[in-house]
């Protein structure tokens, strides 16, 4: 019998946290979770997924609640430090009409 198990969690290139063997990010899981989804209707959603993987990733974030805001903060912060990096390449137009000048 075995007592433990891995989260089924890996770091990408960049930090981020993905369910192994898939393209889904844990921050998609918790965003589905926090918006009413249900384990059964993230499977649907996400097809990759197996059940037992959500279960055990939404089991992991509840049980590490500091290290995932801690995570979601950082991810946060960097995607919105590349949105700068990257908006200095838009043109001004575009920007403008995007409400973002």
């Known amino acids: 019998m075995v007592l433990t198990?891995?989260?089924p969690l890996v770091a990408d290139e960049a930090g981020g946290l993905r369910v192994e063997g898939t393209r889904v990010y844990l921050e998609d899981l918790?965003?589905?979770?926090?918006?009413?989804?249900?384990?059964?209707?993230m499977v649907l959603a996400y097809p990759s997924l197996s059940l037992a993987d959500v279960y055990a990733v939404l089991a992991w974030?509840?049980?590490?609640?500091?290290e995932v805001a801690a995570y979601r903060e950082?991810?946060?912060r960097a995607a919105l430090e590349a949105e700068e990096r990257a908006r200095?390449?838009?043109?001004?137009?575009?920007?403008?009409?995007?409400?973002?000048?």
């Open 5 to 7: 198990e891995r989260i």
């Open 30 to 41: 918790l965003d589905a979770y926090e918006g009413g989804l249900s384990p059964e209707e």
């Open 61 to 66: 974030a509840l049980r590490h609640s500091e």
């Open 74 to 76: 950082r991810a946060k």
């Open 88 to 101: 200095v390449h838009f043109p001004k137009a575009l920007l403008a009409r995007l409400g973002r000048a």
